[in-house]
């Protein structure tokens, strides 16, 4: 079955950055993209970007880039989001999301990302 | 952005039928193609898809879920509400980038 599995919380000081994982499974890796969402109680949902997990293209909501920089390890099947220069906003949670296809159609578990000095 | 307004509560009891509304800033419908999406969350859980492209049940979903609308305007149909339907609702366009969110409905029960 399609799994997506995140790497655990992350406490970090402001300034500095993260880099969180989605190891996927059940699925052959490079047939779809991986998108990141943020959600936090404040704004919600926010959809931050998505990597082409076969050619490692990169497509960024404005708000975030700059902020976010996603990768992917094909031989892991494993995509990467590392945030910089993080600030207190930056705290949430962040979901990896199968897709899009217009739709995410499996989510990771989420990594709540905790930014405190 | 295309901004997604939905009801923050919704207040049902079992049995009966839920309708959560979501309305875009600007049509969301490419010809007959509506690229509005529904997914459920429950407290300390990721989303999960529920219908996409207004009225498709995604897969696993019970038939008591339903979609509907184009243009702006979008339903969610729940019937009848179980209680294992507690959880919020949220609804998501594809039709512009960047993709986004509603606010999300909480459904309750009375």
């Known amino acids: 079955q399609v799994q997506l599995q995140q790497s655990g919380a992350e406490l970090a000081k402001p300034g500095s950055s993260v880099k969180i994982s989605c190891k996927a499974s059940?699925?052959?890796?490079?047939?779809?993209?991986i998108s990141w969402i943020k959600q936090t109680t404040g704004q919600g949902l926010e959809y931050i970007g998505y990597?082409?997990?076969?050619?490692?293209?990169?497509n960024y909501n404005e708000k975030f880039k700059g902020k976010a920089t996603l990768t992917v390890d094909k031989s892991s099947s494993t995509a990467f989001m590392q945030l910089s220069s993080l600030t207190p906003d930056d705290s949430a949670v962040y979901y990896c999301?199968?897709?899009?296809?217009?739709?995410?159609?499996?989510w990771g578990q989420g990594v709540m990302v905790t930014v405190s000095s | 952005d295309i901004v997604l307004t939905q009801s923050p509560v919704l207040a049902v009891s079992l049995g009966q039928r839920a309708t959560i509304s979501c309305r875009a800033s600007?049509?969301?419908?490419?010809?007959?193609?509506?690229?509005m999406h529904w997914y459920q969350q429950k407290p300390g859980q990721q989303p999960k898809l529920l219908i996409y492209?207004?009225?498709n049940l995604a897969s696993g979903i019970p038939a008591r879920f339903s979609g509907s609308g184009s243009g702006t305007d979008f339903t969610l149909t729940i019937d009848p509400v179980q209680a294992d339907d507690i959880a919020a609702y949220y609804c998501?366009?594809?039709?512009?980038?960047?993709?986004?969110f509603g606010a999300g409905t909480k459904l309750e029960l009375k």
């Open positions: 600007q049509s969301v419908s490419i010809s007959s193609i509506n690229l």
């Open positions: 492209r207004a009225s």
């Open positions: 999301a199968r897709g899009p296809l217009d739709y995410f159609d499996y």
């Open positions: 990597i082409n997990t076969g050619s490692g293209g990169t």
């Open positions: 998501q366009q594809s039709r512009e980038s960047p993709d986004t």
């Open positions: 059940g699925y052959t890796f490079t047939s779809y993209y």
